[in-house]
């Protein structure tokens, strides 16, 4: 199985920060790398797919780039309601697998 | 637009079988592009996928669950189901079901059911 690393495993920052939380692929995962945001008791929400396009409805300030094994979600100016765990996963091999997840928290 | 829905018992005993149902709405699950797909998500495991299935039947299962795992489809019904045998505390956990969604250089999970917490415990 492909394993995912993410960084920070939490943060906190500011109204107006911009935040980045970095992905590690344990192998080449070319762009098959999405990024979803998930709040307390409730499902994931897909925010970026294919390493960097972004989902219909998900504001623009979220961006994300990135490709082989190094990948990045920026906020690029943080807001009360993006208080929450993000994950990235891999598409690219048989079993899709998830980050740890970054737990984001306002200042 | 599409939404989906767990059901299922929320409680269920060691060595028996784990059974949930996904109904799809708002949509069908007889779609060329997309695949429908089982996730939990536990403190100890974090997020793990399970497995999906095509509208024909066809499956793809995790490796460390295969053995154990059976997904299934009826499209006269619009929905995909879940069995899992054998379960132990350890397959504790929120199950989600979710529509995988295909384009030649990407698939992704959207949208998410709410979620369904089952626990097993006798």
């Known amino acids: 199985d492909i394993q995912m690393t993410q960084s920070p495993s939490s943060l906190s920052a500011s109204v107006g920060d911009r935040v980045t939380i970095t992905c590690r692929a344990s192998?080449?995962?070319?762009?098959?790398l999405n990024w979803y945001q998930q709040k307390p008791g409730k499902a994931p929400k897909v925010l970026i797919f294919a390493a960097s396009s972004l989902q219909s409805g998900v504001p623009a300030r979220f961006s994300g780039s990135g490709s082989g094994t190094d990948f990045t979600l920026t906020i690029s100016s943080l807001q009360p309601e993006d208080s929450a765990t993000y994950y990235c996963q891999q598409s690219y091999s048989t079993p899709p697998t998830f980050g740890q997840g970054t737990k984001v928290e306002i200042k | 637009q599409v939404q989906l829905q767990e059901s299922g018992p929320g409680l269920v005993k060691p060595s028996e079988t784990l059974s949930l149902t996904c109904r799809v709405s708002g949509g069908s699950v007889k779609t060329v592009t997309n695949y429908w797909s089982w996730i939990r998500q536990s403190p100890g495991k974090g997020l793990q996928w399970i497995g999906y299935?095509?509208?024909?039947?066809?499956?793809n299962y995790n490796p460390s669950l295969k053995s154990r795992v059976t997904i299934s489809v009826d499209t006269s019904k619009n929905h995909f189901s879940l069995k899992l045998s054998s379960v132990t505390a350890a397959d504790t956990a929120v199950y989600y079901c979710?529509?995988?969604?295909?384009?030649?250089?990407?698939?992704?999970?959207?949208?998410w059911g709410q979620g369904t917490l089952v626990t097993v415990s006798s």
């Open positions: 979710a529509r995988v969604n295909t384009t030649m250089a990407a698939n992704w999970f959207d949208p």
């Open positions: 299935i095509y509208y024909s039947g066809s499956t």
């Open positions: 192998q080449s995962i070319i762009s098959f």
